[in-house]
């Protein structure tokens, strides 16, 4: 089986890295890294870069699409780019699984594909989320039919995780699990608005509504 | 502040990325990723890559150094390497924070930079982490001074939340768990050789020892 991550300037990695490791870890999974043009891909915080290793042109089908998040408002110019609404919607016709993690939703809102469909993002996306047409739902991981939307970054890995336990069994997940040593122990627990100090929660969905108003210059 | 990646050929992707989102989410710190050669860095899954921006040559400080892991065998073309070994050992003298996630901390061993002190790993590496004179430790995150060492894989973003904690204070490490809703929620509690069923921990156990005893090809 294929797996395709989408990869485009100004994504987040992790957001792409979460799901790979997973993938990769599974006997006989193939991952590629595509993106509109292949070679580097600026990351999102202007410190590195992420390599797609194929262009759109050179994937035609995929069993699994992954489509990564990013800072906002970096989910613009993807958004905004018919090559690559065009791939999306192309691959989906093939795929099995159609996915996104963080914001990424928003891109495949853009596409259309998730019109009227339960989908998650990151927490603060939720407004753009619904104004495309999704249904924001709080959840890790949400699942509509083959589409399957993650929450923000991290989520990535847990999607993955449940994709896998779908796909390939349980113990093939359990064991990913291991070898990843996915056993979490975050020194805090403030890993959602609902967990997070309130204030603090308020001050970061101020800045990223702030953020995803600005045109992106990647 | 700036936080140094050292990268190589074999690694492990999400060992070096889960740290750097961490830190590359708090203002004002410079992530660099480095290797011996800048350039592209093959991944172990060799279905991709990193990208080292700066040769060793090129940095010659850091306040904190991470050491990524990878799978086995792969840990033995860097732990053979002396001008990788000589690297870590000048970058520690300047370092704040000397760091490694998963099976990195074999290659920090063998720079030395373990000797009597206690450490973890991936936990299918203790034999060797303790044949190499460190002592190993089963916790999450171990530190020793300066040196602070992570267990497998996942584990590095635990560490890097804790450095920032430590380092920037508790406020700004929750404020970026918060960004990336790391809110773990994995589909099942089998992260830990604890929590695993134990034929498959013992499985697993298996292949790393058998795939640790060849020589790498990359």
């Keep these: 089986m294929k797996v395709a991550i ?20 599974v006997e006989g999974i193939q991952v ?20 797609a290793d194929l262009s759109f ?3 035609p089908s995929a069993d699994i699409l992954i489509v ?21 919607q192309r691959i989906h016709e093939t ?26 993002s990151h927490w603060g996306s939720f407004d753009i ?13 949400v699942r509509q039919g083959k589409m399957v939307t993650a929450a923000g970054v991290s989520s990535g890995i847990d999607m993955a995780l449940q994709l896998v336990a779908w796909e390939w069994g349980e113990d093939i ?9 996915y056993d979490p122990m975050p020194p805090f627990d403030a890993g959602s608005p609902q ?3 309130a204030p603090m929660v308020e001050q970061v969905k101020v800045m990223l509504k702030e953020l995803a108003k600005q045109e992106p210059h990647l």
Tied chains: 1, 2.
């Design 57 to 59: 042109s050179e994937v």
């Design 32 to 51: 590629e890294f595509v993106a509109k043009k292949k070679g580097l891909i600026k990351l999102d915080s202007k410190m590195g870069y992420l390599h």
């Design 195 to 197: 967990k997070a100090p």
């Design 129 to 141: 989320l619904n104004s495309l047409g999704a249904i924001p739902t709080e959840e890790r991981v």
């Design 95 to 120: 795929t099995k699984w159609t996915t996104s993690v963080c914001n990424g939703s928003l891109i495949l809102s853009a596409a259309g594909l998730l019109k009227g469909a339960k989908a998650t």
């Design 68 to 88: 990564p998040g990013c800072r906002p408002p970096n989910f613009k110019a993807p958004m905004n780019d018919e090559d690559t609404l065009q791939w999306m």
């Design 173 to 181: 997940s359990q064991s990913v699990q291991l070898l990843l040593e």
């Design 6 to 25: 989408m990869l485009y300037d100004g994504i987040t990695a992790l957001d792409a890295i979460g799901p790979y490791e997973v993938f990769a870890t």
